[in-house]
């Protein structure tokens, strides 16, 4: 039986991972093994418990018992669930929340570079992109459109982070991801890969280039918003491509870039 308990407290110490805690707090840096998420909306959750998440507890709209929450209340039914009506929820959360459903889960170890790598030939290595909404996207393109994995140096914005994931719609469960220990590519390159600087540089090719789809294996690096990959991070690469551009534009937003870059280099055994 679902134990579902209406919000009557505010400073209920159960509700402080909604309503008190930030994305950092969450995260649990210097003890990673009790870290927590949370996962908004029902397709982000079910998709989270499909990738073997654990949940801890869930907080939901009362019109949202015998809608769309149902089918995840029957997979939770030993967790504490939390309801109100919307005002209230917002009103505790801080936010206006996503199809009226919230889930706290505890994280799973990351896996290390060479686990994550193997049997791989497309992989994405995301340069301190900090904006959890272009990370969502961008691992939502990535899943879509024929990429192995996703990698992130140091600065980038967690995948797990609350708007990264919805944003992703879930695919953060789908696609394998980890964070690099540090920028270098030397690792990345031992393992076979070619590496491709996406950058609006003179000296580039084009992402057409015959040669690139022929390349076994593939990194493929974007970088932070507004200031793109470094010049350091360029000279390491084996590659550095650009989007033709046309009518005076001179960039694309990262995550609309990685959606033309994943089409056009991506594992082709997918079936895309």
């Avoid at 418990?49 to 029957?74: F, T």
Wanted: glycine share 6%; net charge negative.
């Amino acid at each position: 039986m679902v134990n579902v308990k209406e919000i009557t407290d505010f400073l209920d110490p159960e509700l402080d991972v909604y309503a008190r805690l930030s994305e950092a707090q969450l995260l649990n840096r210097e003890f990673p093994e009790k870290g927590l998420f949370i996962a908004e909306s029902p397709k982000v959750i079910e998709r989270a418990l499909d990738a073997g998440y654990e949940p801890i507890s869930c907080v939901m709209e009362k019109r949202h018992i015998e809608g769309e929450g149902k089918r995840i209340l029957e997979r939770i039914k030993d967790v504490p669930v939390f309801c109100a009506e919307f005002d209230v929820l917002t009103q505790l959360t801080g936010f206006k929340l996503t199809r009226g459903m919230l889930c706290a889960m505890r994280r799973k170890k990351l896996p290390g570079i060479k686990e994550i790598c193997e049997n791989k030939s497309r992989i994405v290595i995301l340069d301190k992109v900090m904006n959890p909404t272009n990370v969502g996207a961008i691992i939502r393109s990535a899943a879509a459109l024929g990429m192995d994995a996703v990698l992130l140096t140091p600065g980038c914005s967690d995948p797990l982070y609350r708007r990264a994931a919805r944003v992703s719609m879930g695919t953060v469960f789908q696609i394998e991801w980890t964070f690099l220990d540090d920028d270098r590519l030397d690792e990345i390159k031992a393992l076979g890969f070619k590496t491709v600087a996406m950058a609006l540089k003179d000296n580039s090719v084009s992402i057409n280039d015959p040669k690139l789809i022929s390349e076994e294996k593939l990194a493929i690096i974007m970088g932070t918003e507004g200031d793109g990959l470094s010049d350091a991070t360029i000279s390491e690469c084996d590659y550095t491509v650009k989007i033709p551009m046309y009518h005076g534009v001179d960039s694309l937003n990262v995550a609309a870039a990685s959606a033309v870059a994943f089409y056009q280099l991506g594992n082709k055994t997918h079936g895309i």
